[in-house]
């Protein structure tokens, strides 16, 4: 039953890592397996009408890219004539919102697949023998999720993914931990060890070649009874502290990244979990600082890493969820004193909290208001997502207290994101003005000019201001009134001139960034003349 077409579809958002489900679905139906003809898209890319096919996967990623995950899913549906039964829809968002999913009367007949391809083909995918679908009797072959991912497919599209010389593997499912934020226990269960990395490395490099740098994706992989044996298995594979590859003329840097983070919770009952650690080619050390009520064992885990020489480091910073603003100030200053007194680097990279099963970024946490959520975007925006933990760069990002914090939240966005425009250079007149109305506020003003700024979009600021009063609050208001983007280009430009860079923007590569720190609403998607030429194929093709 060999040679049957088989679609596979990544949404156009962007992300760092190549879609590791669509890539070993790839394998069950390529050369290595049934033989069939795959190909990749990202996107709703047109070229996809000029095949017919026998199925189409679809991958999905964060709950809050619902609306590109229902263009690609309409997308496959016109593809296939409206025959839903060829179309399947998996990955983390179809797992946590199943339901959502589901409840869709417009994806009426779609198969959304829950939680991992963990058993033979056939039940996983759900595939009914009645009806004598594709492979339905391949209810003993090997699971799915058990198989070498497809390199060759990431040849199909012109997407650049950060990270893609390296192998992507686990170590572990699952996580000890039952955290109420997190996705993990829903989607993977109790932690547990999985198959062989040596098999899944040495599978990559017969099929598609030897790559740089390991990532493994294991969700706690300190919590594991095997962590010993799991660095020692790291080692005997070539990622050992110091590790290279050799590449024609060229020695090349090896990395081995747990891009899930490792839990300060047990690294501080220990050093010897650094110890270990510190034995491979560990880069950066990614450790979670979710609330402050971690503080003390994250500082210990922290000065374990110094005292073993781990000195590259990284953290994920939760907020929006029971922290308040006062909480994530604190977190990202310990970091600023860590690094001070360990002579250590850190940068960290705030996650803002959605719920796992909501379909748009809008939840407001209760110690929040959407003001100063938008205005720490802005704030990462300008630092390409990262806080850095150098005290003199920190410090002009975010401030060296906490009411320095809050007053940077407090500021007009394009305050925010020009910030050098307006502190030192030809806006500095206009920011010192701000500054003097904004003194003058009495705590109520200021609460009430908060909450006018929450009630309504940015772009309604301009035609709102006569519900304020007259006088220092309507002319704290003015200055919240959106630049023209025109304006604001101007600015742009007149500081390249002066060559003002963004703080920190240079000092961590794309490869050792976050998935996803909610920086760009921007799609991926085929060239500019793509709806045109979907209308001319289907009209070829009808």
């Excluded at 992989?221 to 290279?244: C, M, P």
């Excluded at 090896?254 to 490792?262: A, H, K, M, S």
């Amino acid at each position: 039953m060999a040679n049957k077409n088989i679609l596979l579809i990544e949404p156009g958002y962007r992300n760092k890592y190549p879609p590791l489900g669509l890539m070993k679905i790839a394998q069950y139906h390529g050369p290595e397996g049934k033989r069939d003809n795959v190909r990749f898209v990202k996107g709703e890319d047109p070229s996809a009408y000029e095949a017919a096919w026998d199925r189409v996967y679809i991958t999905t990623l964060f709950s809050f890219e619902w609306e590109r995950t229902a263009r690609s899913i309409n997308h496959a549906l016109d593809l296939v004539g409206g025959q839903a039964h060829r179309v399947f829809v998996g990955g983390i968002a179809a797992s946590l919102m199943h339901d959502v999913y589901n409840a869709n009367p417009e994806w009426r007949g779609i198969r959304f697949i829950k939680g991992l391809l963990g058993k033979a083909p056939a039940i996983s995918l759900g595939l009914d023998p009645f009806d004598e679908e594709l492979y339905a009797d391949d209810v003993h072959g090997q699971p799915i999720e058990d198989l070498v991912p497809d390199y060759s497919i990431l040849e199909h599209i012109e997407y650049q993914y950060p990270v893609s010389d390296a192998y992507f593997t686990y170590t572990s499912r699952g996580c000890v931990r039952k955290c109420a934020f997190c996705g993990v226990p829903a989607l993977e269960g109790m932690q547990r060890d999985t198959h062989s990395l040596t098999h899944v490395v040495e599978g990559v490099n017969r099929l598609y070649g030897e790559k740089r740098d390991l990532i493994l994706m294991d969700n706690n992989v300190v919590a594991s009874a095997n962590f010993k044996d799991t660095v020692a298995e790291i080692i005997d594979l070539g990622f050992q502290r110091g590790a290279t590859l050799k590449r024609g003329r060229y020695e090349l840097q090896r990395r081995v990244d747990f891009n899930q983070g490792v839990d300060a919770r047990i690294l501080c009952k220990d050093p010897m979990y650094l110890q270990q650690l510190a034995r491979i080619a560990l880069k950066p050390l990614r450790i979670a600082f979710d609330h402050l009520g971690v503080k003390k064992p994250y500082a210990q885990a922290i000065r374990y890493a110094a005292e073993a020489g781990i000195t590259e480091l990284s953290n994920y910073m939760l907020y929006n969820f029971h922290d308040d603003p006062k909480d994530l100030f604190e977190r990202m200053r310990l970091n600023v004193s860590l690094n001070e007194e360990l002579n250590i680097r850190i940068f960290s990279f705030p996650m803002r909290y959605q719920p796992v099963n909501r379909p748009d970024r809008g939840h407001i946490g209760k110690k929040w208001n959407s003001y100063y959520l938008r205005s720490m975007q802005v704030v990462l925006q300008a630092t390409h997502g990262v806080v850095s933990g150098a005290p003199e760069f920190f410090r002009s990002a975010y401030g060296d207290t906490y009411d320095e914090f809050e007053n940077i939240l407090f500021r007009p966005h394009h305050f925010i994101f020009n910030r050098y425009w307006y502190e030192q250079f030809d806006g500095k007149a206009e920011f010192e003005e701000f500054q003097s109305v904004m003194s003058s506020l009495a705590c109520d003003e200021r609460t009430e000019l908060i909450g006018y700024l929450c009630d309504r979009d940015k772009n309604d600021y301009v035609h709102d201001l006569n519900e304020l009063a007259p006088g220092k609050l309507r002319d704290a208001a003015k200055f919240f009134v959106p630049m023209a983007k025109a304006d604001e280009a101007k600015i742009w430009e007149a500081q390249k001139k002066r060559r003002v860079e963004n703080i920190g923007a240079y000092l961590v590569p794309d490869d050792e960034r976050v998935e996803d720190a909610a920086l760009t609403d921007e799609d991926i998607q085929p060239r500019a003349n793509a709806v045109n030429k979907i209308d001319k194929i289907k009209q070829v093709f009808a």
